[in-house]
């Protein structure tokens, strides 16, 4: 198990130490079983309409969380595609869980499924990313 926490530096919206507007987001995850996640519990300025949070939101923390199944590893890449399901609301009054899972990778190509939860364990919306990394050769 390994844990990234914001690093001061960089600034990042979803996991930087020095974004003032940003969530500063703490991973976890298994290098090795290729997975990542975190729980939060999302700010008010997420918002969209009501008490969901924003569509655009959502896809940044499956994007977020897709790429740190990669930084698990050690690998940098970019989000080439991403493809959402937005399956219900994600309400902004309770905690959620973002969790992400790679499928498989064909050299720089690298497949990644993500999803987030509520504490109940429904699915909010799920993903598939295609991210191409930089810095391997496998
Ligand atoms: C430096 C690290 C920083 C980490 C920050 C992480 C932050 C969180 C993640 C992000 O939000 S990154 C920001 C959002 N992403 C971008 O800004 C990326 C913008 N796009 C690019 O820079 C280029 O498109 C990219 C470097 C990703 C790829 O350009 P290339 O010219 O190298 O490749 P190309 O676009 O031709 O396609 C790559 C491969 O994917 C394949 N491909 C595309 N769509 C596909 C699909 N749907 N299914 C399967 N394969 C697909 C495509 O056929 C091709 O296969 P081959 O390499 O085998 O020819």
Redo the contacts with the bound molecule.
């Keep these: 198990m390994k844990t990234l926490a914001p690093k001061t530096g960089n600034s ?1 919206f979803g996991c930087g130490a020095d974004n003032p507007l940003g969530l500063k987001l703490t991973f976890h995850g298994d290098p090795e079983k290729g997975t990542a996640w975190t729980e939060f519990l999302p700010p008010h300025f997420l918002a969209g309409g009501a008490n969901m949070m924003h569509g655009g939101f959502i896809a940044l923390l499956l ?2 969380v897709s ?1 740190k199944v990669l930084s698990m590893q050690g690998k ?6 991403l493809e959402i399901s937005y399956q219900k609301p994600v309400n902004l009054s309770g905690p959620v869980r973002l969790e992400g899972s790679l499928i498989r990778h064909e050299g720089r ?1 690298h497949f990644i499924k993500a999803r987030i939860l509520n504490p109940g364990g429904d699915v909010l919306a799920e993903s598939e990313a ?1 991210f ?1 990394v ?1 810095n391997t050769s496998s």
């Design positions: 990042c994007d977020e790429s940098r890449g970019v989000t080439r595609n190509k295609l191409l930089f």
